[in-house]
T-cell receptor, first 115, second 112 residues
Framework: EAGVVQSPRYKIIEKKQPVAFWCNPI?????LYWYRQNLGQGPELLIR????????DSQLPKDRFSAERLKGVDSTLKIQPAELGDSAVYLC?????????????FGPGTRLLVL | SQKIEQNSEALNIQEGKTATLTCNYT??????LQWYRQDPGRGPVFLLL?????KEKRKERLKVTFDTTLKQSLFHITASQPADSATYLC???????????FGTGTRLKVLA
């Protein structure tokens, strides 16, 4: 079974430029997460989707970040414009919500460097 | 606010010894707790889940304990091997939601 797929794996951009990350979750997983992980830190939730609906986006900086999950499958996270402080690894995870417990399956992440 | 603490200092142990990692949390009572492993350049990989009514959970050489009174989980790797070298993260769901808070992780290095 294929795991969570993310692209690109690496991205280097100049500040004020836009950038987009793509995630394809495990087939059949209804829940999708976007996390940001800074060096030496644990992942921090940006947004969580249940099917097409964003059920928790309280941590998403909405002035510059946007996300969508059309048709409840793959998802895109966009930053426009990027700032130096956005340099981090952006992780996508998916899960199948059963019995109130969620085991999350993570993709390899996209490492973003903003210059 | 809810907080998780893991020892941010790296843990170095000799091959064959038991590694013990600690996860402490404050200001909430999670129904369960998870441990993940993360290798450099990769996403976290789920290892174990332990529920609040379980004192101990085992999987092969891994053992997790959950003390809801102390608000602490211990993660043990017995007969450690160099291949166990990685960062280990604990994660808890915040009360009544599926929003997970992750600890900063503890980097384990097993020396041959």
């Amino acid at each position: 079974e294929a795991g969570v797929v993310q692209s690109p794996r690496y991205k280097i951009i100049e500040k004020k430029q836009p950038v987009a990350f793509w995630c394809n979750p495990i087939s059949g997983h209804n829940t999708l997460y976007w996390y940001r992980q800074n060096l030496g830190q644990g992942p921090e939730l940006l947004i969580r989707y249940e099917n097409e609906e964003a059920v928790d986006d309280s941590q998403l900086p909405k002035d510059r970040f946007s996300a969508e999950r059309l048709k409840g499958v793959d998802s895109t996270l966009k930053i426009q414009p990027a700032e130096l402080g956005d340099s981090a690894v952006y992780l996508c995870a998916s899960s199948l919500s059963l019995a109130g417990e969620e085991t999350q399956y993570f993709g390899p992440g996209t490492r973003l460097l903003v210059l | 606010s809810q907080k998780i603490e893991q020892n941010s200092e790296a843990l170095n142990i000799q091959e064959g010894k038991t590694a013990t990692l600690t996860c402490n949390y404050t200001n909430y009572s999670p129904a369960y707790l998870q441990w993940y492993r993360q290798d450099p350049g990769r996403g976290p990989v789920f290892l174990l889940l332990i529920r609040e009514n379980e004192k101990e959970k085992r999987k092969e050489r891994l053992k997790v304990t959950f003390d809801t009174t102390l608000k602490q989980s211990l993660f043990h790797i017995t007969a450690s091997q160099p291949a166990d070298s990685a960062t280990y993260l604990c994660a808890l769901p915040t009360s009544g939601t599926y929003k997970y808070i992750f600890g900063t992780g503890t980097r384990l290095k097993v020396l041959a």
